[in-house]
C-alpha cells in the first residue's frame, strides 16, 4: 500500500478497529491507558494545540493568487515541501508498523474528499476513525486513489535549516497536490484543520460556502448554524437534547443545504459535568478518546477540572455517540445564524439581532476576546479578531466568505442572524462575572421556538444593535448589559473603546464602504 513511497518494512495496519488502537497504544505510547469511563487517555507530548506559526502553504502559480497571503497563510516554496516531505517519509521507513486509514471528509458525495492518513502512532489512528467519516466494507475495498493524502510524522522534528521553516515543528500544505505534512507536533487536532483548510480551498471554488461552526435540527426541520471561535460554546451549544446534532465544527453550505465535513466531535473537556453538558460527558465511552486529560492514578477517572498539562483538554469521539445525533450529517438550509462571542469585556448584550448588512460585518470581523492570564490581578481581557471565526483555517481573503453567506441570505430571506454574547456582564474579566449557561440555553430556546423575533427590540447605542427587552426565563435587566455595570461612566467608556477596536481591525481586512457602515459607529 505504501510502496510508492519507498515504505516496504512496516507492518501495516489499514483501517484497524479501536479495539486493536487499543492494544497498540497501551503496549507501544507512553503513558496511554483506559479510563474509568472505557475511553483511551493519550498524551499529545510538548504540543497541546495546534501551532498556527509553524503552518505554511506552497506558493503556486495555480492558487498562488486565490491565497490570503499573511501571518495566517505564509508561503513555502515546493522544494521546502518536499523536503519535508522526505523527512516524514525516511521517519516511516525506520518504524515496525504504520497506521494508514482510508476516509472520507463531507456527507455530501457530489463534494466528498477521499483521504488517506498515514500516521506512526495508534491514538492518531484513533483519532482519525473518530474524526472523519468511515467508509463501509464495500466503500474501502472500492476506495481506490485518495483525493488527499496526510503524512503524520509528528514525532519526528522538522529541520529548520530547510528555507522557510522556523522551528522544530512544521505543518505544510500544499493545495494543488492535496497534500499535508506533519512534522515536529503531535497534537492530533493538526490533522482534522489541516483537511478542514484544504476543503476552505476548494469549497468556494464550488461556490459553497465553508464554515467553523455547528449545526443542529429542531423537530420541525428548523436549522441553527452556530459560528464562534474555541471556547465560545460551538460544541456546548449545539449539544441539545431537543434537537438533532449535525455537527460541532465544521461544515459547509451548498445549493441544497448544510452538511458536516466531518464524522466526530473534538470537544474541549475543561470543567466537564454530566450536570452541564451531559451528552458531551456521556458519549466519552469506549472508542472515545481523551487527550491531555489528568487522571486519578488509582481510579483512572478524568479530573476535568485538573488543567495542569494544558487547559485545551480535549475529548474526541464519533458523532453517533451523541444520542440525537442526525446520521448521515446533513441537513437542509439555516433557519437561525447564531454568532458567539465570548466578550471579556462585559460590552456586549446577551443577544443581538441582526441585518443582513450586520450579519456580514461581525461574519468577516469574527469577535471574541480571551483574558490575558491566570495570573493573580491581570484583569484586562485581549480582543480577538478573527474573520470568519475561523482566520487560522480560511485560505482566501474574508470577503470571498462573506460574498458567499451573502448570497445565502439573499436566497433565504427568512433566515435570522443572531449575535450572542457567552462571556462577560456586569464588568469585565476580574471584576463582573460570565453570563450563566442556564441564561444562555434560554436565549437559544427561544430563538429556535421563534418567540424571540417577535418581541420588542430597542437600539444598543453606538454598535446600532437590536436588543429585546424581555426573554422568558431571563432576567430583563441582564438584556442591556449598561444596566449591569454599577459605573455607568466607565461602561460608556469601555464601549466606545471596543466600538473603536471593531473599526480599526476592519480597516485592516476590508474597505468595502458598504459592509463598513454596518459596524459600530464612534
Known amino acids: 500500500m505504501l510502496n510508492e513511497f519507498g515504505i516496504n518494512n512496516a507492518e501495516i495496519f489499514h ?86 486509514l482510508d476516509v472520507f471528509a463531507g456527507w455530501e458525495k457530489s463534494c466528498q474528499l477521499k483521504v488517506r492518513v498515514i500516521c506512526s502512532r495508534p491514538y492518531h489512528a484513533l483519532f482519525v476513525s473518530n474524526m472523519f467519516i468511515l467508509p463501509t466494507k464495500m466503500e474501502l475495498e472500492n476506495f481506490g486513489e485518495p483525493d488527499c493524502i496526510i503524512f503524520n510524522a509528528g514525532a519526528q522534528s522538522a529541520d529548520d535549516s530547510v528555507f522557510g521553516v522556523t522551528s522544530k515543528a512544521s505543518v505544510c500544505l500544499n493545495l494543488e497536490a492535496k497534500e499535508i505534512v506533519i512534522l515536529g507536533t503531535e497534537y492530533a487536532g493538526e490533522m482534522k484543520k489541516g483537511i478542514f483548510t484544504i476543503m476552505n480551498y476548494l469549497m468556494p471554488k464550488k461556490n459553497v460556502l465553508s464554515m467553523h461552526c455547528s449545526v443542529n435540527e429542531g423537530a420541525k426541520g428548523d436549522v441553527t448554524v452556530l459560528l464562534g471561535l474555541s471556547g465560545t460554546g460551538k460544541t456546548t451549544l449545539s449539544a441539545d437534547p431537543n434537537r438533532k446534532l449535525i455537527g460541532d465544527d465544521e461544515h459547509c453550505w451548498h445549493d441544497d443545504g448544510i452538511f458536516n465535513i466531518e464524522g466526530g466531535c473534538y470537544a474541549k473537556c475543561d470543567h466537564l459535568s454530566a450536570e452541564k453538558e451531559p451528552e458531551i460527558f456521556e458519549a466519552i465511552r469506549f472508542g472515545s478518546l481523551l487527550e491531555n486529560v489528568v487522571l486519578d492514578p488509582l481510579t483512572r477517572e478524568p479530573d476535568y477540572n485538573d488543567l495542569t498539562i494544558t487547559e485545551n483538554t480535549r475529548a474526541s469521539y464519533k458523532i453517533n455517540y451523541i444520542k440525537n445525533a442526525k446520521v448521515p450529517c446533513v441537513t437542509s438550509h439555516a433557519s437561525n445564524i447564531i454568532f458567539l462571542t465570548c466578550d471579556a469585556f462585559g460590552v456586549f448584550p446577551p443577544v443581538s439581532l441582526l441585518t443582513s448588512e450586520q450579519a456580514l460585518y461581525y461574519f468577516m470581523s469574527g469577535y471574541t476576546a480571551k483574558v490575558s492570564g491566570t495570573e493573580v490581578g491581570i484583569k484586562e481581557p485581549v480582543a480577538t479578531f478573527s474573520a470568519c471565526f475561523g482566520a487560522p483555517f480560511m485560505v482566501f481573503p474574508p470577503l470571498k466568505y462573506a460574498e458567499l453567506l451573502h448570497e445565502k441570505l439573499k436566497k433565504n430571506p427568512k433566515i435570522k442572524t443572531w449575535l450572542v454574547n457567552t462571556g462577560w456582564t456586569g464588568g469585565s474579566y476580574g471584576v463582573g462575572q460570565r453570563i450563566s449557561l442556564k441564561h444562555t440555553r434560554s436565549i437559544i430556546d427561544a430563538i429556535h421556538d421563534g418567540s424571540l423575533k417577535d418581541e420588542t427590540f430597542k437600539n444598543f447605542d453606538i454598535f446600532n444593535l437590536m436588543i429585546p427587552l424581555k426573554i422568558n426565563q431571563v432576567p430583563s435587566e441582564i438584556l442591556d448589559p449598561r444596566n449591569c455595570w454599577s459605573n455607568k461612566e466607565q461602561f460608556d467608556i469601555s464601549r466606545k473603546k471596543i466600538a473603536q477596536m471593531f473599526i480599526d481591525n476592519f480597516k485592516k481586512i476590508q474597505n468595502n464602504s458598504s459592509i463598513s457602515q454596518a459596524g459600530p459607529q464612534v
Open 15 to 100: 483501517n484497524a478497529l479501536p479495539a486493536v488502537l487499543y492494544e497498540h497504544a497501551i503496549k507501544f505510547e507512553k503513558g496511554s491507558v483506559i479510563t474509568s469511563t472505557g475511553a483511551l487517555s493519550a498524551s499529545s507530548g510538548e504540543k497541546t494545540g495546534r501551532s498556527p506559526k509553524d503552518k505554511r502553504i506552497v506558493k503556486h502559480p495555480e492558487s498562488e493568487k486565490d491565497v490570503n497571503w499573511g501571518d495566517v497563510n505564509i508561503p513555502l516554496t515546493d522544494e521546502a515541501f518536499q523536503e519535508n516531505k522526505k523527512i516524514a517519509l525516511e521517519y516511516f521507513k525506520k518504524q515496525k508498523q504504520l497506521y494508514v
